[in-house]
């Protein structure tokens, strides 16, 4: 089945869900040291390749971060090709003062903002669905 395109569609249905844990962001030069089972994104840039994986993992590997983030998940299936859902989930959380770092995977949104800011975050995506 093909994903969601209509915005009032996705907005209405995409409920958030909180993920369990909390996530950092690595940059790495070799992504052959980390079991890919443990990897939660991954994207190669010129400078090195970006992981984002559970803290405790990062932390036994001894690798940095700089930010911790809590993972929210959208549960519609949305479309790669849908217009606008980003933009609209971005401003509600900019209206709250809350900065997000977005992953679009194949069938979900994923939203990774700073762990303190969870609640908060949660609170206006479910403001932003009802609508």
Request: hydrophobic letters at 45%; proline letters at 2%; aromatic letters at 8%.
């Amino acid at each position: 089945m093909p994903g969601e395109t209509n915005l009032n569609t996705l907005l209405k249905n995409m409920t958030p869900v909180l993920n369990d844990g909390d996530y950092v962001y690595c940059a790495i030069s070799d992504v052959g040291t980390i079991d890919i089972k443990e990897i939660i994104g991954l994207f190669k840039e010129e400078e090195a390749t970006t992981v984002i994986l559970k803290k405790e993992i990062a932390d036994q590997l001894h690798l940095k971060y700089e930010y911790v983030a809590a993972w929210i998940t959208l549960t519609i299936h949305s479309s790669l090709a849908a217009t606008g859902l980003t933009a609209a989930f971005a401003n509600a959380l900019a209206a709250e003062d809350i900065s997000c770092n977005v992953v679009a995977a194949y069938y979900h949104d994923h939203i990774f903002v700073a762990k303190e800011d969870a609640a908060r975050a949660m609170e206006a995506l479910k403001k932003l669905a009802e609508r």
